[in-house]
């Protein structure tokens, strides 16, 4: 009997299944992330670029022309592509350090430009391919590779929150939101808002997704669902922070 | 495209930032990506000028790893882009590069040398040698051309494209600040007016048809799970570049294969080099002069040649030395005697040299 598996369509089998670990969250973002193409028919215009961390094991993820860059360097790559053929939609994906650390500059000007592409960064509040290390998303007294006895706030500061940074520092036009993996069908909308936004030429869109890391976090299944919702959700807000057109930005509302 | 830039040959007086601006209009450059360091800035600022007057496109990023990030971007997107950088700023390109030297591509970098090693001197050095032949965590798969004169910087800034599309590997343009600044007669023309084809460019990614359905998806990585597997991928690369050298390795001589005592020197400096071998051959000294146009990949076989014939070979460069090494490897075992010439940072003049050779010869 075969089975109909629930896989978008611009989802490449022969590289199924993934090579995420057991329980990562980012299949799930993948998975929001292809259904959104699906939707808006544009397969044949997305280039996807992926970072280096975890979310470089995406790089043959998608029927989709597809490039690995550097840690941090998926935004101007996206961009660089995008300038040299605007008919191209750019979708840059990225965990948090490569967004919010090693490429936050890169992160920052792109959306000061309100570089018309598209940014989705992971966040799973620590560095999952390099074995767990302290992230800028770390939570306070979260226990980390680098943060052995929790995060101490007071030397290292406090966790970045990307959309929101984003959202100020964007032109009206821009899109920004936050969704998690605990929520697919928000994610979805929320990235299929943030390409629409892109084809329709209005600039920068930007989703970050919270996500999930058992490996690092050293989880269980139930540990982790625990941490993403009640920990993560609570200092992390869900929601769309911008949208072009809308008279009152939704702010903090929980979508 | 719109209608060709230039129309005819047209004898011009221009600054060498100008020349390259131009250089890579004439080239039908699409795109530039690039950020401001001095002595390279006005490439940028002739660039802006131009583009709009001719359908090219320009972006100013926030820092170098970006213009080299994006240039790697816009190649992919299958366009003739390039960028400019000098000092700090080539550091800071190694990255971008070393993703180019790993998926093969066609980026074109012209490089403005200062003086090193850090911010120190903006004008004028040959000491991004060893950094822009060798930079980078790679192997140097990469091709660079110093040039000389005015003239060269527009016709190698042409070549340049062609090169890195032929054979995608990177290749630099390789000057210093005296070309970018000052003034110098050259000739500008249509590459097609003098038979030079552009390399036709193809996208990477953006192809007509849906990946998965009507062709293959194009997926782009540098990055390997097994060691054997970037072992493989290397050994094609070299392949491919060792197969290359002997089409563009590039070199220009005066009596180097019969000359006792043989000055060797590039860029800027090789116009003295030069000046002061035809001085004492005209007064009858047994000299001759060597200069490797492609600093990566050298003209191995031929500085072999001069180095098995020559008692003494003098080197003669801005910098301490970094000429001299890759000299030193691609003629290891020759008969003749190294002796060197090293200003590292400042200008050297024909006078200099030839007084230098006088001691040796």
């Known amino acids: 009997m075969s089975v109909q598996l629930a896989m978008p369509n611009c989802w490449r089998m022969e590289s199924k299944p993934h090579k995420f670990c057991p329980g990562c969250g980012h299949g799930i973002v993948l998975k929001a992330l292809g259904q959104a193409i699906d939707e808006l028919g544009i397969q044949d215009r997305a280039v996807f670029g992926c970072d280096i961390g975890c979310s470089l094991l995406a790089w043959d993820f998608f029927n989709i022309d597809t490039i690995q860059t550097h840690h941090g360097r998926t935004n101007p790559v996206i961009t660089g592509i995008k300038r040299a053929n605007p008919n191209v939609i750019g979708v840059a994906y990225m965990g948090d350090g490569g967004g919010y650390a090693i490429g936050s500059q890169h992160l ?148 | 495209m719109a209608e060709k830039v230039i129309q005819e040959e047209k004898r011009v007086f221009m600054t060498g930032n100008e020349v390259v601006a131009w250089g890579a209009l004439a080239a039908n450059a699409e795109i530039m990506y690039g950020y401001p360091i001095t002595p390279q800035n006005e490439i940028m600022h002739y660039w802006t000028r131009l583009a709009p007057k ?111 599309w032929k054979y995608r590997f990177p290749t630099f343009v390789l000057a210093d600040g005296y070309q970018a600044k000052m003034r110098e007669s050259l000739v500008m023309y249509d590459p097609a007016s003098k038979g030079i084809e552009m390399f036709p460019t193809e996208p990477f990614v953006g192809k007509e048809g849906t990946p998965g359905v009507d062709r293959e998806p194009g997926h782009f990585r540098n990055t390997y799970n097994v060691e054997e597997e970037l072992y493989d991928v290397l050994q094609e690369h070299f392949a491919d570049y060792n197969k290359m050298t002997p089409e563009v390795a590039e070199y220009k001589e005066i009596g180097s294969k019969e000359s006792k005592v043989v000055v060797i020197a590039h860029g800027v400096v090789a116009r003295g080099a030069k000046a002061a071998v035809e001085d004492l051959r005209a007064e009858g000294f047994n000299v001759g002069f060597f200069r490797p146009v492609t600093l990566r990949p050298l003209a191995v076989p031929e500085l072999r040649e001069v180095a098995n014939n020559a008692d003494k070979i003098l080197v003669v460069e801005s910098a301490n030395g970094q000429m001299d090494r890759l000299l030193k490897e691609a003629i290891y075992g020759c008969s003749a005697e190294m002796l060197s010439l090293f200003k590292p940072g400042v200008g050297i003049t024909a006078e200099e040299i030839e007084a230098r050779v006088r001691e040796i010869v």
Request: proline share 5%.
């Open chain 1, 108 to 255: 920052v000007n792109a959306a000061a430009r309100n570089e018309n592409i598209t940014a989705i960064v992971v966040n799973n509040t620590q560095y999952g391919m390099t074995g767990g290390q302290m992230a800028p998303t770390t939570l306070p007294g979260q226990k980390t590779e680098t943060s052995p006895y929790g995060r101490d706030v007071a030397k290292t500061g406090n966790p970045t929150l990307g959309p929101e940074m984003v959202s100020a520092i964007t032109p009206d036009g821009a899109y920004v939101a936050r969704g998690t993996v605990s929520n697919v069908k928000q994610l979805t909308k929320f990235i299929k808002n943030a390409l629409e936004n892109q084809m329709n030429g209005n600039g920068f869109s930007f989703v970050e997704a919270l996500s999930t890391c058992p490996t690092n976090w050293r989880t269980n299944a139930t540990d982790t669902w625990k941490f993403l919702e009640k920990e993560m959700s609570q200092y992390f807000t869900v929601g769309e922070l911008k949208a072009p057109g809308s008279q009152n930005e939704e702010g903090q509302a929980n979508g």
């Open chain 2, 54 to 164: 001719n359908e090219r496109e320009f972006l100013q990023t926030e820092d170098e790893l970006s213009a080299g990030f994006t240039t790697n971007g816009g190649v992919m997107a299958g366009r003739r882009a390039f960028t400019a950088t000098a000092g700090p700023g080539n550091t800071l390109m190694q990255e971008p590069i070393s993703m180019a030297e790993a998926m093969r591509l066609p980026t074109v970098t012209i490089v403005q040398q200062r003086g090193g090693p850090s911010t120190a001197t903006v004008i004028y050095s040959q000491q991004e040698v060893t950094l822009t032949t060798l930079g980078g965590n790679g192997e140097g798969l990469r091709v660079v051309y110093s040039t000389a004169t005015h003239q060269e910087l527009f016709d190698y800034t042409i070549k340049a494209f062609n090169t890195a």
